[in-house]
């Protein structure tokens, strides 16, 4: 017995050192320690030994299976550090490697002159002033000296929601809104989208954008209106700009003109983007008719104001060369990324 003992052991030994994964560890337990294993039978076989040799024998039993059970775990144990080592060598990470770059937004290029020209008005001590889109026909007309049935309408038709309540068609109402709350002086500019029932080509969108300009106090003139503009024109599209004015008619200005810059392409000699005449229009203007002050609660006899309201997407279109407003809708990547 001594003998099958020692060859278990032996046997046991040799093939865990040769093991080559967890699962012939298993199977070397179960073959030898299992219920039905090697080492388990001879065990049962004790009783048939005589009382003197089977101390001895359960001893070295014993001693067989802890033996086997150490070399067992700590083979497993080896194995678990080799897979480890393994996974380590082959899961390393190239810190050095870059990074992937997370592909990175811009501003659109109506934000970023709405920025610029922003800058310019506040630079000259105006403030800025919202207004709602969705607009009553009140201050969208009424009050702007446009009553119910005016042939000016016609230019400005729009999107209705009912008969009283439209898209504003331009950044105006927004004068008699800030008038209504304010005293003079009043500085104001209003940036904002816009709406007309305008059919879609390369010049007109049914929603572009508008900037207003505000301002009331005791003896503004017409002065002032052009000093200011030619200043922002300045400022924006580069020293050498030249504006100029030509009369023109808005029911709520009067006198009224509408204000061009020098071709900025061009530099005014003519070309394809301004149909060689070496100007382009970027705004109306005019002073502040008395009837939309007194719509502001404003006396039109003790102040007086100019007002403009510029196309901010004929500003974009200038400065950067684009020749069709609906890019600036479309919302393709492969334009917007440009800028
Ligand atoms: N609201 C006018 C338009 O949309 C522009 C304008 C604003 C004209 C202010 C004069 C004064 O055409």
Redesign the pocket.
Known sequence: MREMLENICKQALDSIAEAKQSNDLEAIRVKYLGKKGQLTQILRGMGKLSPEERPVMGQLANQVRGDIESALSSRVKEMEEMTLAKRLREETIDVTLPGKRPPLGGLHPLTTVLNQVTDVFLGMGFSVAEGPEVELDYYNFEALNMPRNHPARDT?DTFYINENILLR????PT?IRVMEKQNPPIKIIVPGR?YRSDAVDATHSPIFH?L??LVVDKNITMGDLKGVLDVFAKRMFGEKTRTRFRPHH?P??EP?AEMDVSCVTCGGSGCRVCSNTGWIEI????MVHPTVLEYGNIDPNRYSGF???MGLDRVVNQIYGIDDIRLLYENDIRFLSQF
């Open positions: 400005q068609t331009h950044t105006s004068q816009v508008q207003e300009g808005f709520f200005t009224s705004l109306g203007a005019g007002a403009f309201g």
